[in-house]
Each structure stands twice: as structure tokens, then as C-alpha cells.
């Protein structure tokens, strides 16, 4: 007989772990099935991004930024630090120990919510029914009334220059680099691209990002993309904006890239070359024909608002059903998953999902760029604040960037925040509270902000939108 749940997750990142940890909580008998297995074939729960993404990324982000600031920085603060080097194997040592520490919490997690973590793969085989076969052999039929799929995704390859795991790789490959290439080429001025392209490029590799649209960081306010530009240039990221790749040949000292730019034809050798050219979900070994699930013309599993697919039982979250491609999305659509199941309304507000870029300055924004209200109908005000003048910037030694807010005319409500400068990651949460509380930018304005610190910047933008701004040069009426 198979051993039944209430609910089965198949997929233990932010997406799944969370909704099983919910379920159990609500009360359902709950197992999470996770086929991930490190390098050293360690299985871990916390998918993409404990083990290969948002987790290990930041690690490198942060060390790679000490080490830049060791050598650029230190100086002015009167701090001297001679002979600063590199031990890139204990900056990759501290990232493995971090992800490690972190999906071991999951299991704990699991453990002190009653969820059955069961490390292996999960295939669908409809009637309620799904095959766990455990890493080493051990195969079993396990049922449950509610099937949900959290696959995930994986990168795209691409054609022109698909990924040989030595010298042209994705972002799992780049995070794990044991040497810093002298010569980086980077296919992608995307989030992967720039964060992934700063790490290596401030522990000296030299850093070409080739990006095929004309436009910066699209999905941001043009004004704080063209900051962010400016910054990351001046750092030293050489990026060229039109690119059309046409070629990559990899060979024994490196790849060699084909590319057009403003019409001519250019190659460029590099000695690693990373592709980050976007991600496509992950459906792969799944039974999804067999279970008769629905995918959409792109592979992302289709669901109704309620995460339900089109055979009863069954539902999708995460990466694999599309959207922002993020892990806080992902954890709130598993946790609104597993509410829905035990009969409460939880809804995902994604008119305020949060996004960040973790470079330096860091680049954030929610809700709709200025760009986005015009072409969306809104009439429109905006007001900037910048970290020039701000006396906690300046001590941070990071007065660089602007926080701009667009506003509804009519109703005065904030309509969006964007955002280039020191620590706009965390600062983003207080702009994600105003959009999910419909906030005004009156309702701001009449909020204190403590002095100093980098939140007056966000006032100051606020104020700015009606022309009284105290440390800014407001628009002329
Ligand atoms: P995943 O995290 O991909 O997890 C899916 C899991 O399902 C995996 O463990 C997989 O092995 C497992 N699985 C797949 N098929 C099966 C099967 N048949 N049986 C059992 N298990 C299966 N997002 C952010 O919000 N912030 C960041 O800073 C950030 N940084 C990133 C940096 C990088 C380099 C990358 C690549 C991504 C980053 N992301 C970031 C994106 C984030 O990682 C994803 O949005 C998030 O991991 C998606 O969660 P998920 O649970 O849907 O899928
Ligand atoms: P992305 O969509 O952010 O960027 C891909 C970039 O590649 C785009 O600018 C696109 O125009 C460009 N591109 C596509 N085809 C190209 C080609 N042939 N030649 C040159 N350029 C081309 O995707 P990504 O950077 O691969 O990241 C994947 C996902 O992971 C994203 O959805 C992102 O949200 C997520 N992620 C998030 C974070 C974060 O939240 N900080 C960090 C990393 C990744």
C-alpha cells in the first residue's frame, strides 16, 4: 500500500520548503521531495537559491566587496592596511559554509514542524499518486490529496554559445570559480550578469558584459538605471549596450567570442565566458505528460489565480508557474498555497514585490517606473531625494545614487520607488509598506525619519514630488 499525505511538495526552495512547512503547520500531513545534490553529491534542501543563487552570490558579493574596499577605501578612513591579498579559497570556503548552514536549517525546520523531508526525485503519477526514488535507489508510491509542483528553474542555453562547463558557464559555474579569469566575458547585463560580473571584476578580473537590448536594466526608471550605469562603469564593468552575439568558440586557453555592435562585426577572447541570458522553468523527469498537467507555450506549468492546474489535486509555485523569477515571490505564493488549502483568502499583492540588484551601489524598486505609469495611463509626478548631501552616506563613505518616487496626480498615491544607492535593499521595505498600504505621498511626508540616516533620502524624494524637499534642489513650479 502507499504510504498517503494531505500534501506533497515536490521541490524544497523558497517556494516549496515554505508551503510545506505552512501545510504542516495548518494541520496537514505533509511531505517536501528535493532532488537537488551539491557538487560533492550532498543532497541539500533550499534549491537554486541556498545552494546556487541568492545565498552564495551575496556571500561572494559581500567578501569581494571587503576586498575592494580593503584596497580602495580603507585609506580614507585613516585605516592602513598593507599588503592586502587575495585567499579566493577561503572567500569560497566562507559562501559553502553560509548555504551549508543554511539548508541544514531546513531540515531542522522540517524536524520542529512535523514536515516528512524526503531527499531524492518526485515524478508525478496521477490519481493523487507520486514516485519518490530516494538518492541511492529506493524507489516508493506515496499519495496525496494535494500535489504541488515546485520544480523551479534552470538556466537557458544558448545556442549561439552553449555551455561546455569549463569555459563557458552559467551562474552555478561562475559562483564556483576557483581562479579569477584575467578576461571575463559576461553574455547578460541582466541581475546575474552585473552582480556576478562585480564579484569577479572588483577581485580583478577584466570584465566585458555584452547585453543584446539598446537599454540598461529595462524593467528599471531609465533615470536610476542610467545612475546605475554610470557607477557600475566607473568601477570598472565594461558594458556594451546592443551587442548582438553571433559566436563562442572555446578552446584550450579560453572562448573566443563573435560579436555585432553598431553594425560592425568584433571578436573578443576571454578566458571564461558566463551566459546569463534569463532562466526557463524546470519541469524535466516530472511525469507532467503522463499526469496530464498543462504547460504553457514557454514550459511554465499554468495555474488559475489559486495556483490550481488543470487536473484536480494539483497546483504549481515558484519559478516554474513564471512572473518574477524570486525567491521572496516563490515563498509567498508557497505560503498562500497552504493557507488556500486550509480554507483561508491569503492573496499574493504582486503590485509590490520588491526587487533588488545587490551591486555597489545596490539598485532597487517596486512598483511602476515613470516610464511604466505614462505608458499605463497614469498623469504622473515625480520627486527625487539623493545620497550626495546625506550626512549618513557620506560617513558611510557611499554618498553616491538617488531614490525617485512616481505619484499619481489625481490621488496622490505612490505608484512606485526606485531606487540606486547604499544599502536601497533594505530601504525598499518601506517603500514596499507604502504601496501595500495604498500610501499617499502626504503619508510619508508626515512620517519621521530618523536623522541621520539613510531613510531621509526616501523622505526627501517624497517631499520633492510637491516641490519642498529641504536638502534638494526642488523642480521650479
Ligand atoms: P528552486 O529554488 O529552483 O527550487 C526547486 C527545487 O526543486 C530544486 O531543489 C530542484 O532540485 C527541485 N526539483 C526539481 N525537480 C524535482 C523533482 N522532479 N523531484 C524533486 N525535486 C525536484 N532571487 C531573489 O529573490 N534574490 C536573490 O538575491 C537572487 N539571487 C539569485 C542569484 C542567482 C545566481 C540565481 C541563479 C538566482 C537568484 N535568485 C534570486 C532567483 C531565485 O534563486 C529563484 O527565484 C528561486 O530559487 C526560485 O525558487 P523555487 O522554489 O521556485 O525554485
Ligand atoms: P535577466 O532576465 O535578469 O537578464 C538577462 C539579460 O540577458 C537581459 O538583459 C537580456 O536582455 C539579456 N539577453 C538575453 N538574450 C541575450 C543575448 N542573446 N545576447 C545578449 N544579451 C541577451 O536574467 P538573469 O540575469 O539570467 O537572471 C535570471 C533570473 O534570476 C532573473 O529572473 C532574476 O530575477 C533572478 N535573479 C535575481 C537576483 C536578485 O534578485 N538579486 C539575482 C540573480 C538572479
Known amino acids: 500500500m502507499s504510504e ?3 500534501v506533497i511538495v515536490i521541490g524544497g526552495g523558497p517556494a516549496g520548503y515554505p508551503c510545506a512547512i505552512r501545510a504542516a503547520q495548518l494541520g496537514f500531513k505533509t511531505a517536501c521531495i528535493d532532488a537537488w545534490l551539491n557538487r560533492d553529491n550532498t543532497p541539500a534542501f533550499g534549491g537554486t537559491c541556498l545552494n546556487a543563487g541568492c545565498i552564495p552570490s551575496k556571500a561572494l558579493l559581500e567578501s569581494s566587496e571587503v576586498y575592494h574596499r580593503a584596497q580602495h577605501e580603507f585609506a580614507l578612513h585613516g585605516v592602513k592596511a598593507a599588503g592586502v591579498t587575495l585567499d579566493l579559497a577561503q572567500m569560497q570556503k566562507r559562501k559553502e559554509a553560509i548555504s551549508r548552514s543554511l539548508t541544514g536549517g531546513i531540515k531542522t525546520l522540517f524536524k520542529a ?3 516528512t523531508g524526503l531527499e531524492g526525485h518526485g515524478k508525478l503519477l496521477g490519481n493523487g499518486q507520486v514516485q519518490f526514488k530516494a538518492h541511492g535507489g529506493e524507489t516508493k508510491t506515496l499519495s496525496a490529496k494535494h500535489i504541488v509542483i515546485a520544480t523551479g528553474s534552470e538556466p537557458i542555453n544558448l545556442k549561439v554559445a552553449p555551455f561546455d562547463g569549463k569555459n563557458i558557464i552559467d551562474s552555478w559555474g561562475a559562483l564556483d570559480l576557483a581562479e ?5 566575458g ?30 540598461f536594466l529595462p524593467m528599471v526608471d531609465q533615470q536610476v538605471a542610467k545612475e ?6 566607473k568601477q570598472g564593468l565594461d558594458i556594451r549596450l546592443g551587442a548582438k552575439v553571433t559566436g563562442a568558440k572555446s578552446g584550450k586557453s579560453g572562448v573566443a567570442v563573435e560579436f555585432e555592435l553598431n553594425g560592425a562585426k568584433h571578436s573578443e577572447e576571454f578566458d571564461k565566458l558566463i551566459v546569463a541570458v534569463g532562466r526557463k522553468p524546470y519541469t524535466n523527469g516530472l511525469g507532467v505528460e503522463a499526469a496530464g498537467v498543462q504547460l504553457d507555450e514557454r514550459g511554465f506549468v499554468k495555474v488559475d489565480k489559486h495556483y490550481r492546474t488543470n487536473v484536480q489535486g494539483v497546483y504549481a509555485v515558484g519559478d516554474a508557474i513564471g512572473g518574477a523569477m524570486l525567491a521572496h515571490k516563490g515563498i509567498e505564493e508557497g505560503v498562500a498555497l497552504a493557507e488556500q ?5 491569503t492573496e499574493v499583492n504582486y503590485n509590490a514585490v520588491p526587487s533588488v540588484i545587490y551591486t555597489a551601489p545596490e539598485v532597487a524598486w517596486v512598483g511602476r517606473s515613470e516610464e511604466q505609469a505614462k505608458a ?3 498623469e504622473v509626478k515625480t520627486g527625487t531625494g539623493s545620497f550626495v548631501p546625506s550626512g549618513r552616506a557620506k560617513a558611510l563613505e557611499q554618498a553616491v545614487g538617488l531614490i525617485k518616487v512616481i505619484s499619481d496626480v489625481k490621488t496622490d498615491r505612490i505608484l512606485g ?13 518601506e517603500a514596499v509598506v507604502a504601496l501595500e498600504f495604498g500610501a499617499t505621498t502626504e503619508d510619508i511626508a508626515l512620517t519621521m525619519h530618523a536623522h541621520p540616516s539613510l531613510g531621509e533620502v526616501f523622505h526627501d524624494a517624497i517631499l520633492a514630488v510637491d516641490g519642498r524637499a529641504i536638502h534638494a534642489v526642488n523642480k521650479k513650479k
Open 341 to 345: 488549502l486550509a480554507g483561508h483568502h
Open 417 to 429: 520607488v526606485h531606487m540606486v544607492g547604499p544599502y536601497v535593499s533594505e530601504l525598499v521595505a
Open 376 to 378: 499605463a495611463g497614469f
Open 228 to 233: 546605475a550605469q554610470r557607477q557600475l562603469v
Open 186 to 215: 559576461v553574455i547578460g547585463a541582466g541581475v546575474i550578469g552585473v552582480e556576478l560580473g562585480s564579484v569577479w571584476s572588483r577581485l580583478g578580473a577584466k570584465t566585458v558584459l555584452l547585453e543584446a537590448l539598446p537599454n
Open 4 to 6: 498517503s499525505f494531505d
Open 180 to 184: 579569477v579569469p584575467k578576461r571575463l
Open 113 to 115: 514542524n512535523g514536515v
